[in-house]
């Protein structure tokens, strides 16, 4: 029902498709996976309208058709549910769900309320979820506006002739396991209704949604997998071009760290609102991570720190000395870097370059008599794109446009580049994808053993385990339990979840 034949995309010295193939069946649910860089964004976005192509053809039902927007797309029936999604959290479910298709409700200039709200419980039912169509949509969890999300996409169905396709990027990166069991069972009772391409860096979740599953390495097909048939391995190695290395987690080049060094301590320090009593030290060259189930109090720790919250009791000092002033400008001035889990909200600068990102945090080193000695930022930027293997054309590349593994590379080179010597990483493999996550554990390593004290918030348990020195089990904003993570020595799953939860 549709297909891309030999689609071609280019962008300033980058060739990032090249003459792809691809073809979705009558309710087939596709899996779309590749390394960050390797073209999944641009051919979404070209799929969508978002982008148009250089070369290539788009064939709905056997027929050409041209989108130069996702308006043009949506009329032929495609829509996407986005990963950070769309939804305006200030109006209403039902606006939401017919924004910029308010006409049929529109009389003497008029919105008919109740007649958008019979509508939308129409679309709402589809994705059985049974809320007041009224309801602002701020006030709803996550999951239920990703289900919101898929239901403005269905209410295409009505607007439209023939079946939807519906692109889903990444729906499940900030989901509970029983929230994506939930989505995942909707997707399957829609697929009367639609066909679905979704991309996910969660292998898994692609080998027991999909039918079939299109790999991309360097904007070029190299395999189309029927997913019972492939496994989580053989997709590794198709992305990456190689197998994975037994020593994921680099455990091989986890050495001591120094002992007799404390770059960080807090002693009996509470965090805001929790009335708890957190007391660790981050010693030089140490990995430790923080583990607790969502909403433990890891992530206030971690902005307590850098100086976004203000303790409410106890001593915070850095390098022996008592911290009197919060807020992140002093942190960073002391050595405080922080790589914060939203890296496209609260990482990076979007629509700033590579280089202008990168010396964000060191203006004072690149400015004199108020003029900024762009050269010297650009030659600082070379020096770390080189460095860290980040894939750009130029360091005048916007880095709204890099891929997700490339923007956690260059909010580390801002860091590193600057000189901090106290990490903090909130989930920093988040929404990458294999090849990606081995970079960062390796950098990880380079950085532990330059000194560098990190404080980890990993993606997952087995992260976690991986890469620390030290992990201390969080539950209820305190510290329940410490663990040494020496390599050969390392604790079970189960001795960490015990203390959890």
């Known amino acids: ?88 959290p200030n109006l209403t479910v039902m606006e939401n769900i017919f924004l910029g298709f308010e006409r049929p409700f529109v009389r003497f200039g008029a919105i008919r309320w109740k007649k958008m709200a019979k509508a939308a419980r129409v679309q709402l039912a589809k994705v059985g979820l049974d ?56 997707v399957r009772a829609l697929r009367r209704r639609a066909s679905f391409i ?25 395999d189309v997998m029927i997913a019972k048939d492939a496994s989580i391995a053989t997709i590794q190695k198709e992305m990456v071009g190689r197998d994975i290395s037994t020593e994921y987690y680099r455990e091989d080049r986890q050495f001591p760290y120094d002992e007799e060094k404390v770059l960080l301590e807090l002693d009996h ?14 010693h030089a060259g140490e990995v430790l991570a923080l583990v607790g189930v969502e909403g433990s109090g890891r992530e206030p720790i971690l902005r307590t720190i850098f100086g976004m919250l203000r303790p409410e009791k106890g001593t915070l000092r850095i390098r022996g000395k008592p911290v009197n002033r919060f807020s992140p400008s002093h942190s960073v001035a002391h050595g405080i870097g922080y790589i914060p889990r939203e890296r496209k909200i609260e990482g990076i600068a979007s629509g700033m370059n590579v280089f202008e990102n990168m010396t964000l945090s060191q203006m004072k080193n690149y400015t004199k008599g108020g003029v900024l000695n762009i050269a010297a930022e650009r030659k600082l930027a070379r ?67 330059d000194g560098v004290g990190i404080i980890l918030i990993a993606d997952t348990l087995e992260e976690a385990i991986g ?17 040494n993570c020496q390599p050969g020595a390392k604790p079970s799953l189960y001795d960490l979840i015990q203390h959890m939860v």
């Open 383 to 449: 020096e770390w794109i080189g460095k860290l293997s980040i894939k750009v054309p130029s360091e005048y590349a916007d880095c709204g446009n890099l891929s997700g593994g490339n923007q956690q590379k260059v909010v580390l080179a801002k860091w590193r580049s600057g000189g901090s010597d106290i990490i903090l990483l909130d989930h920093p493999t988040r929404g990458l994808d294999i090849g990606a996550k081995e970079d960062v554990y390796a950098m990880i390593r380079d950085m532990s053993a």
């Open 1 to 88: 029902m549709f297909e891309l034949q030999n689609i071609e995309k280019r962008y300033t010295g980058v060739h990032v498709l090249k003459g792809v193939d691809f073809r979705i069946d009558d309710g087939e649910i596709i899996g779309l996976v590749g390394e960050n860089g390797a073209g999944k964004s641009t051919l979404m976005k070209i799929i969508y309208g978002a982008v148009q192509q250089d070369g290539g053809t788009i064939l709905v039902d056997g027929q050409a058709v041209t989108f130069r927007t996702p308006r043009d797309a949506m009329k032929m029936g495609v829509g996407m549910v986005y990963q950070e999604q769309s939804l305006i």
């Open 131 to 186: 809320i007041d169509p009224a309801t602002i949509t701020s006030r709803l969890t996550f999951a239920q506006r990703q289900l919101v999300e898929l239901a403005k996409v269905l209410a295409l169905e009505e607007r439209v002739e023939g079946k939807l396709v519906i692109l889903l990027d990444e729906p499940t990166s900030v989901l509970s396991r029983d929230e994506i069991e939930l989505l995942f069972s909707v």
């Open 198 to 222: 979704f991309v996910s860096h969660r292998l898994d979740e692609i080998l027991a949604l999909s039918d079939r599953i299109y790999v991309l390495k360097d904007g070029a097909v190299v």
């Open 467 to 483: 890469l620390s020195h030290t992990i201390a089990v969080i539950k209820d904003g305190d510290i329940k339990q410490w663990f």
């Open 269 to 282: 320090v509470g965090i805001v609102g929790r009335g708890n009593d957190v007391s660790l030290k981050l």
